[in-house]
């Protein structure tokens, strides 16, 4: 059995309470973009959180690689929203992902939904 030291102990892991998007919600973990050039608003609901970052990443098999940053907030009142605008000509199928960090720097990352151009 291992001990935890009280540094440890007082570390609280940030933790996503809830998320939601629009103009276009999630929908079985998927939301869909309609074609043309769009905007969508990812607001996320976290505690124990300084500051929260978003990625996109293609989806696919070996595309850990290709995760882009498309926005970093410290947030208010544990709310981190940031605004993406997708291009006109976009092909669009990705995984939406954070790394929430607390005070100390401790990081909790996870994928949160995923998006792409509605047919």
Known sequence: MSQITNAEANILEPKII???TFPYEIKDR???IPKGEKELTV???AKNTKEMLFYLTPTGTGT???KFL???TNGKNDVFTIKHKFKKDESILYHLSVDAFNKEGYRVSGILFNISRCE
Do not use: D, L, R, T
Request: charged residues 35%; hydrophobic residues 40%; aromatic residues 14%.
């Open 43 to 45: 607001e996320v609901i």
């Open 64 to 66: 850990a690689s290709k």
């Open 18 to 20: 809830e998320y939601k």
């Open 30 to 32: 998927w939301v869909c």
């Open 70 to 72: 498309i926005g970093k």
